[in-house]
């Protein structure tokens, strides 16, 4: 009777194994790597922010993915104090522009709530703490307000900067139900230097590589 010859070692599979282990290591660590950079630059986690609709459009779309910085890491000419943030209004006297108009794009917290999606608009103008800034706006973004008394927050109750969509037809302090109040120097998250058009899908993916917001 002739004897079983054993079974030849599984040295290939075990190969395939540690090949499929080793590329998602590579993976994951080139993603940790480019994380770790763009965080070392901007300053801000996370980095990036995907855009869900289209209030800043069209010089930031739906779906675009925008790179995110500090605000005071380099501030550009008229920036309001040492905020780090140039309001249009700024711009408009010292030629700063971002995204095809003045003035920066901010990512902040609406009335400082942590919780709530962040909002990416540009800061228009700065207004004082008991300001009447009526007579500071464009008459085009301050909706059926006749004066002062008629706006929501004015005068200010506190200092901030006064933001709009590029999209938008009113400011986001303007109205019944304003997006949020003056928007506070520590409320903000950053600045919004550069976006890559249709990336913003890939942020289910990433994970809190990147932060979805609305705008």
């Not at 990512?107 to 909002?119: E, F, L, Q």
Request: aromatic share 8%; hydrophobic share 40%; with cysteine.
């Amino acid at each position: 009777m002739s004897e079983r010859s054993p079974d030849p070692p599984a040295n290939g599979t075990e190969a395939g194994w540690g090949t499929l282990a080793l590329d998602v290591v590579s993976v994951f660590a080139s993603v940790a790597l480019v994380a770790g950079l763009l965080f070392a630059i901007s300053g801000v986690w996370p980095p990036l922010v995907a855009i869900e609709s289209g209030s800043m459009e069209p010089h930031i779309q739906t779906n675009d993915l925008v790179f995110v910085m500090n605000e005071e890491r380099f501030s550009g000419p008229g920036s309001q104090g040492d905020t780090g943030v140039v309001p249009a209004r700024a711009g408009d006297r010292t030629g700063y522009s971002t995204f095809q108009q003045t003035g920066d794009v901010i990512v902040y917290h609406p009335d400082g709530d942590t919780r709530a999606t962040p909002i990416i608009h540009r800061a228009m103008l700065w207004v004082e703490d008991g300001e009447n800034w009526y007579n500071e706006a464009d008459p085009d973004y301050l909706g059926s307000a006749d004066n002062c008394a008629e706006l929501t927050g004015c005068p200010a109750d506190h200092a901030g900067f006064i933001t709009k969509g590029d999209a938008n037809a009113g400011y986001d302090q303007v109205g019944a139900n304003p997006l949020s109040s003056p928007v506070r120097p520590r409320w903000i998250v950053g600045t919004a230097e550069a976006r890559v058009p249709w990336l913003g899908n890939i942020r289910l993916s990433l994970g809190t590589f990147v932060r979805g917001l609305v705008v």
